[in-house]
């Protein structure tokens, strides 16, 4: 490659001119590849240092005994499945995160499509009140729900005890708390749906939509067989994007119910904490977290692919 | 199949006025051609016929069937988009036939008539494709294919040529044609290129600003267009319009352009322009009608200096000035002079016209049209 690319693409140093430094090293400082190696390194340092070293780690450590002195293979793997709280662990995961992410989704289509059809004039300050969920410190709103939800002083028992409504256990039964995280989380990860989408519907051309009233498309047709299928790889990317990311989640689970009543709300990131930090067992937890690798990475493959096929299709 | 009536419609965009009260009657099977510069609301009434926007006042009628408020696809029509707007997730086959398929029609008449609009455009190979393998002259058929499938009443083209190269504009002109020829749909056609209306048109309806300025068949309106409007935008190169005193020499009427150069209008003319005698008017003549001398042919003699020389080809376009005012004639190449030469040209004012400054319209000369040839009569 580096042969067909001209040569000269700075101006000469001074040590160049002077024909100083005309060594093997002084040829390589001057090909193209290596500069932009120099420019990516500072980034590749970054993600060498916070993400593959930790997780190289992480695997060297889930090789470990519990007091980080013997080599026990795949010992900690072994004795995880045999734990019923891992199983549990498993299902509350994955239904924390698909069921998130389809609400997210579905909320996110749903709401772009309201503020798509707002007048021009309201729309910038509605999208703009419609993004601050996403916006605030996850931690902090989440503080925020824990007090609307809290046993003692739950703000919406107090509304329900107005109209002589039920008092409900929000999170101390353990449906109720696992209904109470999904809901933090979508009313968290909505907006940045809404924003995807609504960029997204705003790259639809017009026209289309005119071909289809005259083609004769209902509004409902006409999202199912323009909309839907112009918006297919944003949908796919958005919806792996946030299934890694609430996957991954740990603050709501970790400041609403710390996983509690009993564990049933623990997923993978909490429950790796718990075990790893809280109760000190650092190799059992670093094997609890890398369970979440395979899992994602295989629908990432799967959504990757489908969106590199419609790329080529499209 | 049906004929096409606009009453009165006009349509505002908040405050201004797009279409100021457009009077339209299209004879079934007619195909006829909006024509106009940017701007002159000829989209915007084709967009109304569509049912894409909504009329201000005044009223639409498809087939006798007033459809001001019925929505775009229960006008049973159909509409070519001039960025073709194919559904880029779907194939040629698909785009052809979602009309069909969202109103339900059995399998196998989709696919007969798909193939059958196939076979008309030359397709037929590409049906499998999707809109991203196609070339801009392949998207512009399937487009048209997806009109012809639904066996609409109306046909609508939006600027169907402009995103085309000039080759294959003049090559898809001919096929449209063709279509029409075949299929016998009243059509509705917005072009900017008046080469298009003329060429495409049974009759063709001038615009400007929002108002119809001339409707007729592309002969009459170039040879008697009613006003200097639709005088300067059809034809090219366009027509010279020369400001000219009428004057009386010795009985006889004639057009005097400067000092000392005055031209005789023929005598058949003399009664429809005898009241303007005296005036300030507007002489306008077309290029092909400004010649250098011929022997065999007659009309009025003059002699100017040539100041601007561009050979064409077959032809050799020469301007020269009068009074200030540049004025363009057509000559065969070898008559052609230098550009500072003194010329003799040869004016045929058997095709003159004379415009009133005041009203920018021209006089009206009865059976002006019928000056070479016949008028060609509307398909009907």
């Known amino acids: 490659m580096s042969e067909t690319i001209p040569r000269r693409l700075v101006t000469p140093t001074p040590a160049e001119t002077s024909g100083a430094l005309k060594g093997s090293l002084y040829r390589l400082s001057r090909r193209r590849s290596t500069t932009a190696f120099l420019f990516a390194l500072p980034l590749l340092s970054v993600v060498g240092g916070l993400i593959v070293y930790p997780a190289l780690y992480a695997i060297y450590l889930s090789l470990l005994n519990r007091t980080q002195t013997k080599f026990i293979g795949f010992g900690n793997y072994a004795f995880l499945f045999t734990r019923d709280t891992f199983w549990a662990v498993v299902e509350q995961s994955c239904i924390f995160a698909l069921t998130a992410v389809i609400l997210k989704a579905l909320v996110g289509i749903v709401t772009a499509h309201l503020v798509n059809n707002l007048p021009a004039k309201g729309q910038r300050k509605w999208r703009g009140m419609l993004l601050i969920p996403w916006v605030i410190p996850l931690s902090l709103s989440t503080l925020g729900w824990f007090w609307l939800l809290d046993p003692t002083y739950s703000a919406f028992n107090w509304l329900f005890a107005q109209i002589a409504g039920p008092r409900i256990p929000w999170l101390s039964e353990p449906n109720w708390a696992r209904f109470c995280t999904i809901l933090v989380n979508v009313w968290y990860g909505a907006p940045f749906f809404l924003i995807m989408y609504l960029a997204a519907l705003k790259s639809v051309p017009e026209q289309l939509y005119e071909a289809a009233a005259i083609d004769g498309a209902s509004a409902w047709q006409k999202f199912l067989h323009i909309t839907l299928p112009m918006m297919r790889n944003v949908i796919a990317i958005t919806v792996l994007f946030s299934l890694i990311v609430t996957f991954a989640n740990y603050d709501i689970v970790r400041v609403l119910t710390s996983g509690g009543p009993r564990n049933t709300t623990h997923i993978f990131a909490t429950w790796a904490f718990q075990l790893g930090i809280a109760s000190g067992d650092i190799p059992l937890g670093a094997s609890v977290s890398l369970f979440m690798f395979p899992i994602l990475g295989v629908s990432a493959i799967f959504i990757l692919r489908g969106v590199r096929r419609r790329g080529r299709e499209v | ?380």
Do not use: W
């Open chain 2, 1 to 380: 199949m049906a004929q096409v009536t606009l009453n009165k419609v006009v349509k505002k965009f908040d405050q201004t006025e797009a279409v100021r009260g457009i009077d339209l009657d299209i004879a079934d099977q007619e195909f006829v051609v909006l024509v106009g510069p940017s701007g002159c609301g000829k989209s915007t009434t084709l967009r109304m016929i569509a049912g894409l926007e909504e009329t201000t006042a005044g009223e639409i009628m498809i087939g006798g069937q007033i459809v001001n408020d019925l929505p775009p696809k229960d006008r049973d029509i159909a509409m070519v988009f001039q960025n073709y707007a194919l559904y880029p997730h779907m194939t040629v086959f698909e785009n052809m036939s979602f009309g069909l398929r969202l109103k339900k029609f059995p399998k196998a008449e989709i696919k007969q008539r798909v193939e059958r609009a196939a076979r008309i455009l030359d397709i037929t190979e590409l049906l499998e494709r999707r809109p991203r393998q196609l070339s801009g002259g392949q998207r512009q058929r399937v487009a048209m294919g997806r009109a012809i499938v639904r066996n609409p009443k109306v046909f609508l083209f939006d600027e169907p040529l402009s995103n085309l190269d000039a080759k294959l504009r003049v090559q898809m002109r001919t096929e449209i044609k063709k279509v029409h020829q075949q299929v016998r749909t009243t059509t509705v056609y917005v072009t900017h290129d008046q080469v298009e209306a003329m060429t495409l048109a049974d009759r063709v309806v001038v615009m400007n600003g929002g108002r119809i300025e001339q409707i007729g068949t592309p002969h009459e309106l170039y040879h008697a267009p009613k006003t200097r409007f639709v005088a300067g935008f059809i034809g090219s190169p366009t027509m010279n319009f020369i400001p000219c005193r009428l004057v009386e020499v010795t009985g006889a009427l004639g057009v005097q352009l400067a000092e000392g150069l005055t031209l005789p209008v023929p005598s058949e003319r003399d009664p429809a322009y005898r009241p303007y005698a005296g005036r300030a008017l507007v002489l306008g003549i077309r290029p092909e009608h400004i010649t250098e001398t011929r022997a065999y042919a007659a009309g009025a003699e003059f002699a100017m200096s040539v100041d601007v020389v561009e050979p064409m080809g077959m032809e050799t376009i020469v301007y020269f000035m009068v009074d200030g005012t540049e004025v363009c004639a057509r000559v065969t190449p070898e008559a052609a002079l230098a550009p500072g030469k003194r010329m003799r040209f040869l004016a045929d004012m058997r095709h003159m016209h004379l415009i009133d400054p005041q009203s920018e319209r021209v006089i009206d000369v009865p059976g002006a049209t019928r000056v070479h040839g016949t008028a060609r009569v509307p398909a009907a």
